[in-house]
């Protein structure tokens, strides 16, 4: 059956999905900062770098790698559930191969599989957010993680990496 508008639906159902994802961390950072800065000075903890430029800029990025972390899982999901027509069945099966079977390939059969695994690459995003960074805790060049991150992005359908990574960080595939 022909389904015309298929794509404006998907796109919708994206949107939501980033709209909702947004508003979630933007109160999970608004809570989180609220409780740390009530807590810090019982600890003996300054807070004097958190409010500096740098200290700002460095939690804008956190949360921008954040959000788009969980914009990526959440389109793997989606992405999932719509060709596995089950959710549940979809978010089982992306969870048990990120978490099981990309550890159990890593740890017992390929020593090497961190480097070219989706889900290691996500977390190697996620963790350093250029590729830059990925090439170095990865040991490969920027143009070998350039390639391996484009085809992430295109098997999940997401337009930036930092989609690929919201997925990921959505799923509790990565850190």
């Not at 994206?14 to 810090?40: D, K, R, T």
Request: hydrophobic share 55%; charged share 15%; proline share 2%.
């Amino acid at each position: 059956m022909r389904q015309p508008r298929r794509s404006q639906f998907l796109c919708g159902k994206f949107l939501a999905l980033a709209a909702f994802i947004g508003l979630a961390v933007v109160l999970e950072i608004v809570v989180s900062s609220a409780v740390a800065f009530a807590l810090a000075p019982g600890r003996g903890i300054s807070t004097g770098a958190w409010t500096s430029s740098t200290g700002i800029n460095d939690m804008l990025q956190a949360t921008l790698h954040v959000f788009l972390a969980s914009v990526g899982f959440g389109m793997i999901g989606a992405a999932a559930g719509v060709w596995l027509r089950s959710p549940g069945v979809a978010i089982g099966a992306a969870v048990a191969y990120v978490v099981a079977i990309e550890g159990i390939i890593v740890a017992a059969v390929w020593s090497n599989g961190d480097r070219w695994l989706p889900g290691q690459l996500l977390s190697a995003l996620a963790r350093g957010g250029s590729s830059t960074k990925v090439a170095v805790v990865l040991q490969r060049s920027v143009n070998t993680v350039n390639v391996h991150v484009k085809s992430v992005m295109r098997k999940l359908g997401c337009a930036t990496r930092y989609d690929a990574i919201a997925i990921a960080r959505e799923h509790g595939l990565v850190d």
